[in-house]
């Protein structure tokens, strides 16, 4: 065979194999997604997903075929004496895609297992100080979000998080809405956003983070919490939380911040209280 010609070949296979793929992936999950929601996983969804009475029956019926198609796609596994069940990846998964409603979902692409441990977990990271010296850093966390693949949660964490609907914090929502802004490279506060979106975004993401900052330092209490002032990923991420937690108050104190969130996630959670 002529050079030439296997090279034409192997491109041609190459680009049949990028079109064909997310063709074949969408038809699959179509066909996940047409299965029947098992009876046992509505009661989950009674029991620890709260949110889940509140919405609009079409968005009911989006958010299981999510969970569907999470559960289908994702590896759960437990740590520290978990057995990963039923009732912790449906808890989970319908957190996660409410994240994903009204939109083009592609289930966090770039996610591949949620670690589950039973409560707060201690990790370890190394940090460089001044002097370039590198010192195991220790945190106690209940959940984090890897851009390579993984998202870790505390169970005890997550069911809190999830049956206190009003309190404005939400583990899984936080860790989450790091996974949709680590789609676009590292978390920075800034997700996939539409083209003509997006010098509005962050201009009212900015001066939000700065007013957060600001009070923060003067020691005021404020809606979204101050670990939102750490920097802006996890301004976006706290700002999540809030948008589904205490959608009316925000909605009255952050006006802007609200518009802008409800535009990206293409729901109206004040509506569902
Ligand atoms: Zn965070």
């Given amino acids: 065979m002529q050079p030439l010609f296997i090279i034409f070949l192997i491109t041609s296979l190459l680009v049949a194999y990028i079109i064909v793929k997310p063709m074949l ?3 699959g999950r179509e066909k996940v997604r ?12 009674r029991r620890n997903v709260p ?6 029956a079409d968005m009911q019926l989006q958010l299981k075929q999510h ?6 796609e994702k590896n759960f596994m437990g740590f520290e004496g978990i057995d990963i069940d039923d009732e912790i990846q449906v808890t989970i998964a319908a957190q996660a895609c409410l994240l994903l409603l009204n ?3 592609d289930y966090y692409p770039k996610l591949k297992s949620i670690y589950v441990y039973p409560a707060a977990f201690i990790t370890k990271h190394p940090t460089k100080d001044a002097a370039g010296v590198v010192h195991e850093q220790r945190r106690v966390l209940s959940g984090e979000s890897w851009e390579l693949g993984k998202v870790i949660l505390s169970w005890k964490d997550t069911i809190d998080g999830a049956d206190i609907v009003d309190d404005g ?3 899984v929502i936080h860790e989450f809405a790091h996974q949709l802004d680590q789609e676009t490279g590292s978390a920075n506060g800034a997700p996939f956003l539409k083209h003509k979106t997006r010098r509005c975004w962050s201009d009212v993401l900015s001066k939000e983070f700065d007013r957060l900052v600001s009070r923060t330092a003067r020691g005021e209490t404020t809606l979204l919490d101050k670990y939102g002032a750490t920097n802006p990923a996890e301004f976006f991420a706290v700002a999540t939380e809030v948008f589904f937690e205490k959608p009316k108050e925000m909605q009255h104190y952050h006006a802007n911040l609200y518009s802008q969130l409800k535009g990206l996630y293409q729901v109206d959670p004040a509506l569902w209280l």
Avoid: C, D, G
């Fill in 169 to 171: 914090r939400n583990v």
């Fill in 51 to 56: 949110y889940f009475h509140t919405m609009p």
């Fill in 103 to 105: 939109r083009k979902a």
């Fill in 67 to 72: 969970i569907l198609v999470f559960i289908h």
């Fill in 25 to 27: 992936r969408e038809r």
């Fill in 34 to 45: 047409s299965q029947i929601f098992p009876k046992t996983w509505r009661k989950i969804l």
